[in-house]
């Protein structure tokens, strides 16, 4: 019997330590395991007896590259569990920020990390040298984003202007000005990018996954909506442990967020574009069409486009709130500790990113749990890779250890942000 | 015309955020240039090239919590001419070494249902305390132009120009008025200066993230916080966060009880 282990020792290209080891017997792949050595840093059990407020500055730094998600999940789930609502221009410079994030994090993913999988690359600098424009056009995004996070956060990684309750101090409209110029030739970087990416020759590969996001009732979904799935899910966020749970799986030591009753699914700028095709504006949804991308899309590959669509929204959508901004009377709502329990659940760039905190009547953290994107996505790219590989079979080694990387940079991981969980990739046979 | 032997650069990862090495990604307009005037050998999170030492310069990040990672380090110390660690892990341990003050068993089984699976310290340490390591620069996440500044003299063979001030100072310097005098509590006169005073001129006090000066006076600086109104739980929570492992904000934490 013809036995071959594909490996990859330290999956370059994505954020944090992982490696991939791929088990293929006669043809057939009859394990792939994603496996994170990544050090577990203990964020639910530190968080313990800190105070509420400190929450959204400590759980940014579970990851230098989505921390924006982190401070928008934990204070959303403290605002409830303290009873209030921050709503009006506090709500909307909340999604403006996120619009940052999303644009730093796609244009870093799409173009320097993602983009040299498909054209032959083994970096953005390298490509440089052959798409020197496309790789300019994607730093001067992702450099847009990031001021955004800069002229509205304070800086770029872990921002310091989110507190619960609303900001420290928000900006006069006055310092807006640059960033809308920025923005505006940002949008046409982005437009470009779509362009660019959707001409990338994609494998033919779809699988019919269960695709979950927000939804909400009038906009494309950041930072709040029903969770819900294209197979019937449709719960608040509240009620998402009676949904989902980490599980072990056999022969694993892994624990992976599933859905109790379905198993895998798969979360991030697919699910969310399947799921709201009709929450995008009509442009969006045109350029979609001209990108070759049906309203529901099942081919993981083309995420790039997706993500790349959403960088023309994020734009845009960036640019709106900032015509309609008038500055509020307070930079954030008054609090009061007392006990209770908040859930929070918004869209990071790699998906939902879900928070529930536990509080005590002096407003000290009694209890924490958060479940990253990646450890959602994580049992869903396994099943990937087992696919992929059983359709690649005309590849060579290397060809398929590149087919897999490329796989699992479909997913943008972000392996820090799933530090706490782990898989060890031992393999007996 | 013969190419130039371009310095090599190495980019390493222990437990952390990617923050830090992030940064580097973040210089937009000058990564290209970088990446001509140095050969970037090694840096996962951003090339599949994976190149053998000997490097000129490596960039460590992250702090160390397994045995494993306690190896690895020096293995990366004798392949490396200069070492240095960028950022609050890599420099004083990170927000994980608040484990250091607590049973680090008990932790694990608070967050993963199989606890003996996850092997791991029972601190988590800076790279000073296991090789020998030629320049720290501070900050949760360190400031971009700091890295330019150190990666250009390093190459160059010169001390980086990296101020040794207070954030208080770089509120004179960029103008801010005093948010202490305005009645909130500030970490500025006992933090390392280097972001540039972001949180005060966000109507907000520092927190610390740049970690604490040289010889800071920091018994000082929490009696005024308690004139302030700040409690002793507040003073033992502020000063044990991104540097809690840090010795003047360990010791000051301490003094503060929980």
């Given at each position: 019997m013809a036995t071959k282990t594909i490996r990859v020792d330290y999956i370059a290209r994505v954020e944090g330590e992982g490696a991939l080891e791929l088990h293929i017997k006669d043809g057939r792949a009859t394990s792939a395991k994603l496996a994170i050595?990544?050090?577990?840093?203990l964020f639910e059990a530190l968080?313990?007896?800190?105070?509420?407020?400190?929450a959204p500055d400590i759980t940014a730094r579970i990851c230098g590259i989505c921390p924006v998600a982190y401070q928008m999940s934990s204070v959303h789930a403290m605002e409830q569990a303290l009873g209030v609502t921050v709503d009006g221009q506090l709500r909307a410079l909340r999604r403006l920020l996120y619009c940052g994030e999303w644009i730093e994090s796609h244009a870093l993913h799409v173009?320097?990390?993602?983009?040299p999988d498909f054209l032959g690359f083994q970096d953005g600098i390298q490509m440089a040298a052959k798409h020197g424009d496309a790789v300019r056009g994607g730093l001067a995004l992702k450099k847009a984003g990031n001021e955004l996070m800069r002229v509205l956060?304070?800086?770029?990684?872990?921002?310091?202007?989110?507190?619960?309750?609303?900001?420290y101090r928000v900006p006069r409209r006055a310092e807006f000005a640059p960033i809308t110029e920025q923005l505006k030739r940002a949008r046409e970087l982005a437009v470009a990018t779509v362009r660019w990416v959707a001409a990338f020759p994609f494998p033919n590969y779809q699988r019919d996954y269960e695709f979950v996001s927000l939804r909400h009732p009038d906009e494309y979904?950041?930072?709040?909506g029903r969770i819900v799935s294209n197979r019937g899910l449709d719960i608040t966020?509240?009620?998402y442990d009676s949904e989902f749970e980490e599980r072990h799986v056999a022969h694993s030591t892994a624990l992976q967020s599933v859905l109790k009753r379905r198993g895998s699914y798969l979360v991030g700028p697919l699910a969310r574009y399947n799921l709201?095709?009709?929450?995008?504006?009509a442009d969006v949804q045109d350029m979609a069409r001209e990108s070759g991308?049906?309203?529901?899309?099942?081919?993981?590959?083309q995420s790039i486009i997706v993500r790349a669509l959403e960088l023309v929204y994020a734009c845009d959508e960036a640019l709106r709130i900032i015509a309609a901004y008038e500055p509020p009377d307070a930079p954030s709502v008054p609090l009061e500790p007392r006990a209770g329990i908040g859930h929070g659940c918004t869209e990071a760039p790699r998906g939902i990113l879900y928070h529930r905190y536990e509080i005590d009547d002096k407003g000290a953290i009694v209890t924490a749990r958060i479940s990253a994107p990646t450890s959602q996505n994580q049992l869903s790219i396994e099943e990937d890779l087992c696919e992929v590989a059983n359709q690649s079979s005309d590849l060579s080694d290397d060809a398929l250890r590149d087919r897999c990387e490329q796989t699992i940079r479909n997913y943008d991981p972000c392996i820090s942000c799933s530090c706490h969980f782990l898989k060890l990739a031992v393999h007996r046979e | 015309m013969a190419e130039r032997r371009r310095p090599r650069l190495a980019v390493w990862k222990f437990a952390s955020c990617d923050g830090c090495q992030l940064s580097l990604l973040d210089c937009e307009d000058e990564l290209l240039a970088v990446a001509d005037a140095v050969e970037?050998?090694?840096f996962p999170e951003a090339s599949s090239v994976m190149a053998k030492g000997p490097y000129d310069l490596s960039l460590v990040e992250g702090s160390i919590t397994t045995a494993h990672d306690a190896e690895r380090v020096h293995k990366i110390r004798r392949q490396s001419k200069f070492l240095v660690t960028i950022g609050a892990c890599a420099t004083?341990?990170?927000?994980?070494?608040?484990r250091n003050f607590a049973d680090v068993n008990e932790f694990v089984a608070a967050v993963y249902?199989?606890?003996?699976y996850i092997k791991t310290l029972a601190t988590s340490t800076p790279i000073s305390s296991h090789v020998k390591v030629d320049f720290e620069l501070n900050g949760c996440p360190i400031d971009r132009s700091q890295l330019l500044e150190v990666i250009s003299a390093f190459l160059a063979g010169r001390k980086p120009?990296?101020?040794?001030?207070?954030v208080c100072i770089e509120c004179k310097l960029r103008g801010t008025v005093c948010v202490m005098v305005q009645g909130t509590p500030c970490l500025g006169p006992v933090t390392h200066a280097?972001?540039?005073?972001i949180c005060p001129s966000f109507n907000r006090g520092c927190y610390g993230c740049f970690g604490p000066k040289e010889r800071p006076n920091t018994a000082s600086l929490a009696a005024e916080w308690l004139k302030l109104g700040a409690t002793p739980r507040d003073l033992h929570r502020v000063f044990r966060?991104?540097?809690?492992?840090?010795e003047p904000f360990r010791q000051e934490a301490d003094a503060h009880g929980d």
């Open positions: 050595f990544e050090p577990p840093r968080l313990r007896g800190r105070g509420f407020a400190e173009v320097m990390l993602h983009a956060g304070g800086r770029e990684i872990h921002p310091v202007n989110v507190r619960v309750g609303g900001f979904p950041i930072n709040e966020v509240d009620e709201n095709f009709d929450r995008l504006p991308l049906a309203p529901v899309c099942r081919n993981p590959f | 970037i050998a090694y004083a341990g990170g927000i994980q070494a608040l249902a199989s606890p003996q120009a990296i101020g040794n001030h207070t280097g972001c540039g005073a966060t991104f540097n809690a492992a840090a």
